[in-house]
């Protein structure tokens, strides 16, 4: 394969950071309840931690992957898919939304868990191989350790107004207790990695 034709693998991290000025978590809302006065999993830094991991093993895999929002910035929306699609009007890519679900009041925690992919409701056939390819592997991978939610179609900006195949991964309840006390184990976070690598595997090779 030439390296020219080869896809560009975009991750985005959503929600944003901790300020490094201020020690303080940016985004509103987007994480556990507290547990003994602690939030356990404040979800835009979880998603970062997870994004770094999936562009590590990705690049190990062969593969061409970028963490475009490589800041504890939460980056508005519009601004994130002007910067994919300039990257779109150069080369062959694919944007991957890494994200973790919530559910409830935001102050207790709540029974829905499972694993979620998402894709735009009136999508290109290649985003739904690739929310295929991606969602196969994550269903194999937390078989009897997460629910599994399937794939489904949502109006989100960041599958709408991207101009490559995208898909949006919602990779656990951070309102779910004992999920959260998953989703922050390193088990759970190899279980990530492996299903998206794998995933974009499948999907390099059979779009
Ligand atoms: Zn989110």
């Avoid at 991750?11 to 556990?32: D, L």
């Avoid at 835009?44 to 895999?61: D, F, P, S, T, Y």
């Avoid at 868990?113 to 735009?120: A, E, L």
Wanted: net charge positive.
């Amino acid at each position: 394969m030439k390296t020219s034709k080869k896809t560009l693998f975009i991750f985005g991290a959503g929600h944003g950071g901790i300020n490094p000025e201020t020690g303080r978590y940016v985004t509103a809302g987007k994480r556990s309840p507290k547990e003994n006065g602690k939030t356990l999993l404040f979800e835009g830094v979880n998603n970062r931690v997870n994004v770094a991991l999936i562009v590590k093993g990705m690049l190990e895999a062969g593969h061409d992957a970028i963490n475009i929002f490589d800041t504890w910035k939460d980056v508005p929306l519009i601004e994130r898919t002007r910067k994919i699609n300039e990257l779109c009007k150069t080369r062959k890519c694919v944007f991957i939304s890494v994200h973790s679900d919530g559910a409830g009041n935001g102050r207790d925690w709540y029974s829905a868990s499972g694993i979620s992919t998402f894709k735009y409701t009136k999508c290109s056939k290649n985003s739904s191989l690739l929310a295929r390819f991606v969602h196969q592997e994550l269903t194999c991978n937390f078989s009897g350790v997460s629910k599994d939610r399937g794939i489904r179609s949502k109006n989100f900006h960041m599958l709408r107004e991207t101009n490559c195949p995208a898909i949006l991964l919602e990779l656990g309840f951070h309102t779910h207790l004992a999920e959260t006390k998953r989703m922050l184990a390193n088990d759970w976070r190899m279980k990530v990695v492996k299903s998206v690598v794998d995933g974009c595997d499948i999907y390099e090779r059979n779009h």
